[in-house]
């Protein structure tokens, strides 16, 4: 890694590239059949993301549950909407493949023409909206995943991380949460949102564990999945007021 990269980023990609080890070395049996693993052959997405927007500690860090099939499955960056990468944060960079594909999920990088609907949400809708700027989003906040895998049935239908088994999941989470611990711990974030209640209770796990002289702030929005009926209802006037009500937000500033 060149002497020139910060401090703060190379922390990241480190963990970022340690978690992946480790998570291609776990087996996971049926109904799961297939997994990919974005860290693996999106890896120049997430790199670059990291890159350009983790150069120091942030105010804010969101942390969602797993890659989308639209999303960061495709460009390698959370909740990573082609559109939102491409034109908001300006990232658009070659993707590979991973070792095995399913028929009906091929990786097609920035070349896919399906929308991400919870990251559309989520960097369109409620963060672009308030940061027309993406430098300035990420000069206060951050965004992860806790999980970096994506799960699917032999039909290549979408299985997340809380329907494991028990001993999988466990086994998951032991290096999900070292990560996470990680990355907080470099971020130094003064509030922590989890995107939804699986991620909140990642959180909470984890938020014992920090040292002692991080204390932030935990709370939670709604997430943006098109399953969810109150975000088809309520997105993103729900969020934008979980935000302030946090206090992550202000109301005369942005």
Known sequence: ?????????????DAAQELRTTVDSLKFAEPVAWVYNPLDYAWAGYE?????????????VFLGMNPGPFG?????????????VRDWMGIEVPIAQPERTHPKRPIQGFDCHRSEVSGRRLWRELFAERYPQAD??????????YCPLVFMTETGANYTPDKLK?????????????????????????????????????????????????????????????????????????????????????????
């Open 1 to 13: 890694m060149s002497d020139s990269t910060a401090p703060v980023t190379a922390d990241l990609l």
């Open 48 to 60: 670059a993301y990291v890159r350009r927007f983790a150069t120091g500690p942030r105010r804010t």
């Open 72 to 84: 960061m499955t495709q460009t390698g960056v959370p909740f990573g909407e082609i559109a939102a």
């Open 136 to 145: 300035a989003f990420f000069a206060e906040h951050f965004v992860l995943n």
């Open 166 to 254: 028990a001993a999988e999941r466990a086994e998951l989470e032991i290096a999900c949460q070292h990560h996470l611990i990680r990355t907080l711990t470099t971020l130094k974030p003064q509030f922590i949102v989890g995107i939804g209640a699986y991620a909140r209770k990642q959180i909470d796990k984890v938020a014992g564990l920090l040292p002692l002289d991080q204390t932030p702030t935990l709370g939670q929005i709604i997430h943006p999945a098109p399953a969810s009926p109150i975000a088809n209802r309520e997105w993103p006037v729900r969020p934008r007021q979980q935000l302030l009500d946090l206090g992550v937000w202000s109301v005369t500033s942005s």
